[in-house]
């Protein structure tokens, strides 16, 4: 919002003074020490090796040419080695309530999208037992990104990868039928790497239940049966997580689907008829180095005749892209990491546009109290769950810890502060916020004062109120930023900024204390601010209560 004004003014000033291939660069930012202005811009600085000029004499002449009502920007300064630091006048301040005042209870929302497709993947963990902690972060960063793309004007596809095929299933059913077995005969031998968790014995119990001991001999027909069974138990836990975390996918892929339509088949003989493929010690291998230099060629079919996961990664993105979505987005852990040059070097030689998949690759969790890892549950003495994380600390804190930290950054949740009951919490802290000033618009519905349209903002005068006011009108940036870069944390910061500034106006400038118009018009700030605060946490998925 501060961008949209700022930008036309600067934007003519550098067509006037000879740099109108560069308007593209210009950005502004908030200078991180509030002497030095209201905003900022690095232009000068960015063109210095395109016009070979000192950025100080640059900025002379972007200054020289600007052409604005002093009433919006009172001054502008050089500083630095050519930083141009703005400072708002009244008007500028008015001008972005009115434009917030507009967009009502939809601040935030934009057009940006214009109904492009977007299928944004995340969570697709194998269905191969309970949700872990990394997997929380994997759902959480996910569903924001999808939420950010939503709330910008994409029509968003949620999607599940079910990898239900292969060697790890077997497994799955092999470590079953063996506990099933251990029932009757408790020396019976358990597959070396099998699945240990206690899950494993509890759905072969329910197989005891319904089969009682005909499934004993080790049949690859009795192996099926438990595997199913594993399946759809672990499938069914997996989906109850993820709605107690408030996330439902539109789309749950089976990885089986690949090979029944024939999707794996046409990929090989499509990279074979580009000579991508060739056969070595009874293995079929793609040729990446090929595609390029970099990149090692890898099996794709082994000699078993098994495909590697890497071949259904390649068809399915094949899939995504001919189900006509513009923007294709994958959520993996940083162990996918070596994976992901493959896929995509293989789907752009089979004449796809590498360009519309963005990988988001985040770092893993550690669960930590009182300065030392949390490695086992305190309740079961077994790993923690993604479900008891739930248990114990609830959806809104979560979600909000889960993003708070860039998904570049190793995360350590830190379990005591998510048990803190106060503002220490910055969910908390947040929220209280919100119903802070829900208890203020209730008192003033209250008493009958009425909401008014036709404030007069310029009566809003104290240091406080601007702060709140600027950090309000960056709110759609910090949405448009968060979604160009995918980094839901960039959210989650600009709240906890928000709840701050609020909470400063809050204890230094008087709403329902205050008589007339200037009490109208802190009111119909704190409706603005009211309207930021839901509109951000609706797009985290964290509850703004009415109150705590």
Partial sequence: MIESILHPIFAEALRRAGYVDFVDLLHFEQPKISSHGDCATTIALSLTKSAKKPPRAIAEEIIQQLQFDSDLISSVEIAGPGFINIRFGELFYTNLL?????????????????????????????PTGELHLGHGRNACIGDVVANLYHWSGYEVTREYYFNNAGNQMTML?????????QIFDSSYPFPEKGYEGEYISDIAKQLYDQ??????EPTDSHIAVCKKAAEQWCTASIQKTMSSLGIVHDVYFNEQTLYEDGSIDRTIQDLREKQLVYEKEGALWIALSKIQEKLTDRVIVKSTGEPTYRLPDIAYHRNKFERGYDTIVDVFGVDHIATVPDIIAATKALGYDDEKIHVLLYQFVTLMENG???????RSGKSYTLNELLDDVGVDVVRFFFIMRSINTHLEFDLALAKEQSEKNPVLYVQYAHARICRIMETAREREIPLTKNNNYSLL???EEKNLIKTLARFEEHIQRALASHEPYIITEYLRELASDFHAFYHHCPVLRTEGELRDVRIALCKFTQSALRNGLHILGVSAPNSM
């Fill in 98 to 126: 009115e434009s917030i005042a507009f967009a009502g209870e939809s601040y935030g929302k934009s057009s940006v999208g214009n109904g492009k497709k977007v299928n944004v993947e995340y969570v697709s963990a194998n």
């Fill in 173 to 181: 059913g092999l470590s079953v039928h063996s506990r099933y077995c």
């Fill in 211 to 216: 089969h009682g001991n005909s499934l004993f």
């Fill in 372 to 378: 030392e890892q949390v490695k086992m549950s305190k």
């Fill in 461 to 463: 005068e104290k240091a």
